[in-house]
């Protein structure tokens, strides 16, 4: 079996690295601040901030950025294809990033059984500890009736048992992005012929076992994800520096309000919601959202704005501050008394309370036309936790938005909902 070659930088000549300003990642202050462990009453959380798991504590001075198994996916899928169609096996393939850029990937392994194509794309997860580093994503195809593409999942590609995904229970545990990359990536190689891909990843079940699949009701192997088509270490320290240093930055720059976004979506909705702010004061704060407000507070600026989906604000509402999975699980009974507070029934409560995800909980409060309502009241919590961590020095709004990152449903700032679309 061929080694993989080194990826080359693509048409646009952008090298998947990306450098921490300076010869090296700097000491950052992360300042102490009065009010971020008090307990104030008896629906005030405990404000907590919990370590980073050992196997992230370690900071390079760089980080390097990775491919998602979604991007990677629709690199062996478009591979398989050309194969199919040329009879030629590729040595290099090339697919598009949702954001328009292309990047080209190494084939490492590929060929023909029968009227079968199969290709072999492995996956580099660059700095982050990612347990999906290494795997082989591998797409089989072949021609099918009609014309599209027919994509199913093959072994060690997890089966959805649950509500709360955005996913079809019984389905593949292929989340919609990708799903659009490998169509359209299969699409440029079919000439419009119809395909069926498969999509597996050898050893995907036992990789699955250190991940929150099992808990999530995605059962027999990974889940095919990603936003953005680049996987970026929010897990490690590493992340967490970067996040401190472009806070620093806004507020190096005057900046006196920073924005927080959990990821690539959030923060394109961030940015539709307030474009009378510089790009600079918008951070994609990942896990880390006690580290940004530290250092905004201890360098000055007075205002923090936090962009969101269901599952981050809940755990903030909880008082969470470091919000890495390992560390922390959304609190769905919290979600059911919020549902009371809302004017929800007791029945209703009780199924938020026992929901499988923040979003499962969300699709019931969206069902029971109660979401507007709810939303406020979780964000109006986040507010207050993060006014609390702050030390009383940063004023605090938050917008929940959907799972699109586009369409702000809830918010402290009832004008924000209206706008958004």
Partial sequence: MPDQPALPPGPDGTASRVTVPGPDVPELREPDLPGSAVESGPD????????????????????????TTGTCASAAAKAAVELLAGGVPPRWVEVALPSGRRVTFAVAESGMDGDAATAVVVKD???????????????????????????????????????????????P?????????????????AGGRGVEVVISVP??????????????????????????????????????????????VAAAQGEQTIVLCTGGRTEAGAMALLPELPEVCFVEVGDFTGAALRTAAGHGMTGVVFVGMAG?????????????????????ALLGRVTIAAG?????AGQVDAANTARHAYELWESAGLLRTAGDLLCGRVRDVLARFGGGVLKAEVAMVDFTGRTVVAATRPEWVSCAG
Wanted: aromatic fraction near 4%.
């Fill in 203 to 248: 050893d995907g079940e036992r990789m699955a076992r250190k991940t929150t699949n099992r808990r999530l009701g995605i059962l027999g192997g990974i889940s095919i994800l990603g936003t953005t088509g680049i996987v970026r270490p929010f897990s490690t320290a590493s992340w967490r520096a970067s996040v401190m240093q472009a806070v620093q």
């Fill in 125 to 171: 997860a660059g700095d982050d500890p990612d347990v999906t580093h290494g795997a082989r994503l591998t797409a089989t195809a072949r021609w099918c009736e009609g014309t599209g593409v027919s994509l199913r999942g093959g072994t060690g590609v997890g089966t959805v048992t649950k509500p709360g995904l955005g996913l079809d229970v019984g389905g």
């Fill in 344 to 348: 929800g029934s007791p029945e209703l």
């Fill in 173 to 189: 545990a292929i989340n919609p992005v990708p799903r659009q990359m490998i169509t359209q990536a299969v699409a440029e190689a």
């Fill in 312 to 332: 981050k604000l809940t755990k903030l509402a909880a008082g969470v501050l470091m919000t890495h999975y390992t560390r922390s699980a959304v609190d769905t």
């Fill in 44 to 67: 005030m959380p405990v404000l907590r901030e919990p370590d980073l798991p050992r196997t992230a504590k370690d900071r390079p001075k760089a980080l390097r950025t990775g491919w």
